[in-house]
């Protein structure tokens, strides 16, 4: 048989599919496993002539059950790390121990990454979620430790080239039900590292599994202990999340167990109280659905950038909630202030400028478009939009699409075909000029020649007056752009601070 190239193998993002007995699973993973084969027994062995095991550990060993195994492989072995590093020295092109203190080694073999981590047996401070590492010298002592049961189940690379099942804590019986239950008691479990039940939430978006009713009790109790964990662990944990199959699912679990209100408590004020006599759409139902709406329009990877846009779009609107004399309910310019909260939000999250900057922007700009009548586009308006948009054109047709909830098919039908008759005015001036480039008719250079003017602050605004002018009328002959230019010079000098 001939070995895979390890990097083709795709990583498993999508709810689990079902198996229906432990031996169908086992037989499952072994096949899938085959093809490694080659490449891990002769490190097995490598571990047997030291007097050792090696063993498939964790999420590896519960997508091999199901038939999706990824591109991670981690193995845990009672070899102390200075002897990992020595056996993998031996056996990889590459090793590096950035995570020997805590007993992981890591290593590539023909493209493939792998970890192997001593058994540990850690204890907890219950102050933050870092152990004291300690070193185990069992299996099941190892496995108990581990945040899920579905992912506490091992399997032995033998030198013979077996693959042994090992189900001390009855992991095959949760991951057969669909079910996310704790090795320990839920309560010790989430004391000892509180990112655990976030990581429930993320992995019933990506698995599709149920959480134990211990497990959402525990939760609930406990949704304060993930105030000790860093903002940086958190971003990881809820982007993952929102990159699975489900992620209205994980999302509805923070809501319900106090989790959002920890980690992003604008999200759990999405479910604003109804007044009987002033309804209004529920505003945390309609953004799930856009998301959802959003992710069935995405074509191919999943588009973190979008999903967080379409889940966040409507944030400003319990801050901006209002009715008239009427009680007819307002929001007016939640979109603006909804931007601000994303941008707040994301920063005290730590993620990066430019994920602040698209997301938020998006939500910015998603209800432009309604402040047009079908027809009603002028070239100006529609040169703004596609400016203002830049690369993000794409997503805000997309999320200002997914945005359309209501149940009215004939709103519905008219909304859509404004949105067409927009894309259609884009095409229409994209053929006649440069929309993705939107510039000045006159450069920099031509603006200090022609205004006999130095480097610095009145270029800029000068170059800022040639834009709004091309977003307002066009291309202009550079004539023309002269003279509009010295008419704005003449009254900017006569005026500067107008």
């Known amino acids: 048989?001939?070995?895979?190239?390890?990097?083709?193998?795709?990583?498993?993002?999508?709810?689990?599919?079902?198996?229906?007995?432990?031996?169908?699973?086992?037989?499952?993973a072994r096949k899938g496993l085959e093809p490694y084969l080659p490449h891990l027994v002769p490190l097995a062995e490598k571990f047997h002539e030291h007097g050792h095991r090696l063993y498939l550990v964790g999420g590896s060993v519960r997508d091999a059950l199901l038939g999706v195994l990824g591109n991670d492989?981690?193995?845990?072995?009672?070899?102390?790390?200075?002897?990992?590093?020595?056996?993998?020295?031996e056996y990889a092109e590459a090793v590096w121990d950035t995570g020997i203190a805590f007993g992981t080694v890591s290593a590539e073999k023909?493209?493939?990454?792998?970890?192997?981590?001593?058994?540990?047996?850690?204890?907890?401070?219950?102050?933050?979620?870092?152990?004291?590492?300690?070193?185990?010298?069992?299996?099941?002592?190892?496995?108990?430790?581990?945040?899920?049961?579905?992912?506490a189940m091992a399997m032995e690379i033998?030198?013979?080239?077996?693959?042994?099942?090992?189900?001390?804590?009855?992991?095959?019986?949760?991951?057969?039900?669909?079910?996310?239950?704790?090795?320990?008691?839920?309560?010790?479990?989430?004391h000892d590292d509180p990112l655990r039940m976030l990581r429930a939430a993320r992995f019933a978006s990506q698995l599709g599994f149920d959480i134990a009713p211990r497990v959402h009790e525990a939760m609930r109790e406990m949704s304060h202990e993930l105030q000790r964990i860093t903002p940086e662990r958190i971003?990881?944990?809820?982007?993952?999340?929102?990159?699975?199959?489900?992620?209205?699912?994980?999302?509805?679990?923070?809501?319900?167990?106090?989790?959002?209100?920890?980690?992003?408590?604008?999200?759990?004020?999405?479910?604003?109280?109804?007044?009987?006599?002033?309804?209004?759409?529920?505003?945390?139902?309609?953004?799930?659905?856009?998301?959802?709406?959003?992710?069935?329009?995405?074509?191919?990877?999943?588009?973190?950038?979008?999903?967080?846009?379409?889940?966040?779009?409507?944030?400003?609107?319990?801050?901006?909630?209002?009715?008239?004399?009427?009680?007819?309910?307002?929001?007016?310019?939640?979109?603006?202030?909804?931007?601000?909260?994303?941008?707040?939000?994301?920063?005290?999250?730590?993620?990066?400028?430019?994920?602040?900057?698209?997301?938020?922007?998006?939500?910015?700009?998603h209800m432009r478009f309604h402040g047009f009548s079908e027809g009603k586009w002028t070239d100006s308006a529609v040169r703004r939009y596609v400016t203002d948009a830049g690369a993000l054109l794409d997503r805000l047709h997309t999320l200002v699409r997914a945005d359309c909830t209501t149940r009215n098919q004939r709103k519905a039908a008219r909304l859509q075909r404004t949105y067409d008759h927009l894309l259609e005015r884009i095409d229409a001036i994209a053929a006649k000029e440069d929309l993705a480039r939107v510039r000045p008719d006159l450069d920099g250079n031509a603006i200090m020649q022609l205004l006999n003017l130095k480097p610095g602050p009145e270029v800029g605004k000068a170059w800022s007056y040639l834009k709004e002018l091309r977003l307002e009328l066009g291309p202009l002959d550079p004539e023309l752009a002269e003279k509009y230019l010295l008419e704005w010079w003449n009254d900017y000098k006569d005026n500067p601070s107008g």
Request: negative net charge.
């Open 235 to 365: 971003q990881v944990e809820l982007d993952k999340l929102m990159l699975g199959a489900r992620p209205w699912v994980g999302i509805d679990i923070m809501t319900e167990t106090g989790l959002a209100k920890i980690v992003y408590p604008e999200l759990d004020a999405l479910k604003m109280t109804q007044d009987e006599h002033q309804q209004h759409k529920d505003v945390y139902a309609h953004s799930l659905q856009v998301l959802r709406q959003a992710m069935d329009r995405e074509d191919g990877e999943p588009d973190l950038v979008l999903r967080w846009a379409a889940l966040v779009h409507d944030i400003g609107k319990p801050d901006t909630r209002a009715f008239d004399e009427n009680g007819k309910v307002s929001f007016h310019q939640h979109e603006v202030v909804g931007a601000k909260i994303v941008r707040r939000r994301m920063r005290a999250l730590k993620y990066s400028k430019a994920m602040v900057n698209d997301v938020s922007q998006l939500v910015f700009l």
């Open 73 to 89: 492989l981690d193995f845990t072995t009672s070899a102390r790390p200075e002897l990992v590093v020595e056996i993998l020295n």
């Open 158 to 190: 033998t030198p013979a080239g077996e693959l042994e099942f090992c189900d001390p804590l009855s992991g095959m019986e949760d991951l057969l039900a669909h079910r996310l239950d704790t090795p320990d008691k839920p309560s010790i479990s989430f």
């Open 110 to 151: 023909a493209g493939q990454q792998i970890e192997i981590t001593t058994f540990r047996s850690d204890t907890y401070d219950g102050c933050s979620r870092n152990p004291d590492v300690q070193f185990g010298d069992s299996l099941e002592g190892d496995l108990i430790r581990r945040d899920f049961r579905c992912n």
């Open 1 to 28: 048989m001939t070995t895979p190239d390890f990097c083709e193998m795709n990583s498993f993002d999508s709810a689990a599919p079902s198996v229906n007995t432990a031996e169908e699973a086992i037989k499952q």
